[in-house]
């Protein structure tokens, strides 16, 4: 099953996919110009999903948001339950003050596999049959209800990554849309700006301030934080184009092909060129 509502005056999209045996994205090829997150559900079996060529072990009812530049695969997709959106219908940053996700559920960079105790799944399931009677009902609010069911799913499962992710004595709004804002800012501005002090200036707080918020929620430091996103790049485009290294270079932000290939190798333990050859043989076997 695949349902979709289209908003042809504003190019906004809703999908809702379900038991779909070829169900799977390719951001940089086949679905570059369909820019949807994704909220994917593994209602069966434990199972493999490969997310920009990496294999993750996605369990038995279990939650992964999925930001749209990331390519997946599954491997049973028939299993999965996904809803999909792109910014056109409902956009994140715009109304983070109603969903507050932007840089925590979508954009922190590490994936978030959340588990479904037996109420949430019971909760889902219900807004799932909801989802499902609304997308076969053509009025003219269809839009808006799917806006307010879209806005109820996010703050769900926004709600159960906090419990999931982040202890109770760190969950403290203002720190944490700190951290949130941070991440935001880098997935905006990582191919030109790779210094902690430039996002620390842009929101007014010091170095140090970020460094201890970083220490609440995540296991990397700021500057790794940004390091680590500019790897995912360059990993991507190093697999997903024929970019040479040069040109990779220039579009993460870096003056140099040595440096760059120096800082990818001290990152990943292998060169560009090394890292190419590699994905090239896998796709050849």
Same mark, same amino acid.
């Given at each position: 099953? @695949?349902?979709? =509502?289209?908003?042809?005056?504003?190019?906004?999209?809703?999908?809702?996919?379900?038991?779909?045996?070829? !169900?799977? $994205?390719?951001?940089?090829? $086949?679905?570059?110009?369909?820019?949807?997150?994704?909220?994917?559900? %593994?209602?069966?079996?434990?199972?493999?999903?490969?997310?920009?060529? =990496?294999?993750?072990?996605?369990?038995?009812?279990?939650?992964?948001?999925?930001?749209?530049?990331?390519?997946?695969?599954?491997?049973?997709?028939?299993?999965?339950?996904?809803?999909?959106?792109?910014?056109?219908?409902?956009?994140?940053?715009?109304?983070?003050?109603?969903?507050?996700? +932007?840089?925590?559920?979508?954009?922190?960079?590490?994936?978030?596999?959340?588990?479904?105790?037996?109420? &949430?799944?019971?909760?889902?399931? =219900?807004?799932?049959?909801?989802?499902?009677?609304?997308?076969?009902? #053509?009025?003219?609010?269809?839009?808006?209800?799917?806006?307010?069911?879209? @806005?109820?799913?996010?703050?769900?499962?926004?709600?159960?990554?906090?419990?999931?992710?982040?202890?109770?004595?760190? %969950?403290?709004?203002?720190?944490?849309?700190?951290?949130?804002?941070?991440?935001?800012?880098?997935?905006? &501005?990582?191919?030109?700006?790779?210094?902690? %002090?430039?996002?620390?200036?842009?929101?007014?707080?010091?170095?140090?301030?970020?460094?201890?918020?970083?220490?609440?929620? %995540?296991?990397?430091?700021?500057?790794?934080?940004?390091?680590?996103?500019?790897? =995912?790049?360059?990993?991507?485009?190093?697999?997903?184009?024929?970019?040479?290294? #040069?040109?990779?270079?220039?579009?993460?932000?870096?003056?140099?092909?040595?440096?760059?290939?120096? !800082?990818?190798? $001290?990152?990943?333990?292998?060169?560009?060129?090394?890292?190419?050859?590699?994905?090239?043989?896998? +796709?050849?076997?």
């Amino acid at each position: 099953m @695949k349902l979709i =509502v289209s908003d042809h005056k504003t190019g906004g999209d809703l999908l809702l996919i379900s038991g779909e045996e070829n !169900f799977d $994205r390719f951001f940089y090829t $086949r679905d570059k110009a369909k820019k949807y997150f994704t909220i994917a559900w %593994n209602t069966g079996a434990s199972q493999i999903i490969n997310i920009d060529g =990496v294999d993750h072990a996605f369990n038995s009812n279990t939650l992964l948001p999925l930001m749209f530049d990331q390519t997946f695969t599954f491997e049973r997709s028939a299993d999965i339950i996904a809803w999909q959106f792109n910014r056109e219908f409902y956009c994140l940053i715009d109304h983070d003050t109603e969903v507050s996700c +932007v840089g925590f559920l979508f954009g922190m960079g590490d994936l978030l596999f959340i588990p479904l105790d037996d109420p &949430n799944q019971s909760k889902l399931k =219900v807004l799932l049959d909801i989802f499902t009677q609304e997308l076969h009902i #053509k009025d003219n609010i269809q839009n808006d209800m799917l806006i307010m069911l879209l @806005k109820r799913l996010i703050i769900m499962v926004t709600q159960m990554a906090r419990t999931e992710y982040i202890p109770a004595e760190n %969950n403290q709004d203002q720190k944490l849309d700190i951290f949130r804002k941070f991440n935001l800012l880098v997935e905006m &501005n990582f191919k030109s700006e790779h210094s902690v %002090n430039f996002y620390a200036g842009l929101m007014n707080k010091s170095p140090k301030t970020l460094s201890n918020i970083f220490s609440l929620y %995540n296991d990397k430091t700021p500057q790794q934080v940004i390091q680590a996103r500019i790897i =995912v790049e360059a990993r991507r485009l190093l697999s997903y184009t024929t970019k040479s290294v #040069k040109q990779i270079t220039y579009e993460l932000g870096f003056e140099d092909p040595a440096y760059f290939c120096n !800082f990818f190798k $001290r990152h990943t333990k292998q060169s560009p060129a090394e890292f190419r050859s590699g994905k090239t043989q896998q +796709v050849a076997a």
